[in-house]
């Protein structure tokens, strides 16, 4: 079945650093989601990307879909504490079913 | 998120012994998800629902039965736990497949 890899597993930043977050299909992806979970917490829907080449903007996040449809990339800009976390994407057909990465887990060093 | 809640949220059982785990939303969403969280393993899917009655199997299947009688509830049971199963559990909803809303997880300790 469809797999997304996803890189680095864990990533630790100095608070102002930037950080970035890779997902990687070796097959054409018909979406992407992104989600955090802070520690102990649930997941929380970010945002999705559709289509080819797509780039969307929410403050100090940047998210990428690749123009063949294949990665997809989160950037976070100027490092904060509050966002430590695991950051997942995640591939969803219209019938329903999700594949989730492994996820990136984020800490950052005040 | 508001409007999912999931029962228990902690769990102590023995190999062996049946457990079913409830979900709940009060948001109409068409669209419920179980998934387990494991260390190193992210979220897998487990069962999923599109509808009243209508369930499909995820990657993680064995072992889990669920059903959906009702919009509001959808049911994951375990038949026969076993030590394995021990996880933390994840329902979510959503009114479109792609935008989920996960519950607060139900820590599932099988001894």
């Known amino acids: 079945g469809q797999q997304v890899m996803q890189i680095p597993q864990y990533q630790h930043v100095q608070e102002g650093e930037d950080f970035t977050t890779y997902c990687n299909s070796s097959t054409t992806l018909s979406n992407i989601q992104w989600y955090k979970q802070r520690p102990g917490g649930h997941p929380v829907f970010l945002i999705q990307?559709?289509?080819?080449?797509e780039v969307k903007k929410q403050k100090r996040l940047t998210f990428q879909f690749g123009e063949a449809k294949k990665n997809s990339s989160l950037h976070i800009t100027a490092t904060q504490t509050t966002d430590v976390g695991t950051y997942f994407c995640?591939?969803?057909?219209?019938?329903?079913?999700?594949?989730f990465g492994d996820g990136t887990t984020l800490t950052v060093k005040p | 998120d508001a409007g999912i809640t999931q029962s228990p949220r902690h769990k102590v059982t023995e190999t062996g012994t049946p457990v079913t785990l409830r979900c709940h939303q009060t948001e109409n969403h068409r669209y419920m998800y179980w998934y387990r969280q494991d260390p190193g393993h992210g979220l897998r899917l487990i069962h999923y629902?599109?509808?009243?009655?209508?369930?499909d199997k995820g990657e993680v299947s064995d072992g889990y039965s669920v059903s959906r009688s009702k919009t509001e509830d959808f049911l994951l049971t375990l038949e026969s736990a076993t030590s394995s199963q021990t996880s933390v559990y994840f329902c979510?909803?959503?009114?479109?497949?792609?935008?989920?809303?996960f519950g607060p997880g139900t820590r599932l300790t099988v001894l």
């Open positions: 979510a909803m959503g009114t479109m497949p792609y935008e989920q809303f």
């Open positions: 990307l559709v289509k080819s080449g």
């Open positions: 629902s599109y509808g009243v009655k209508d369930t």
């Open positions: 995640a591939e969803n057909t219209n019938a329903g079913k999700s594949t």
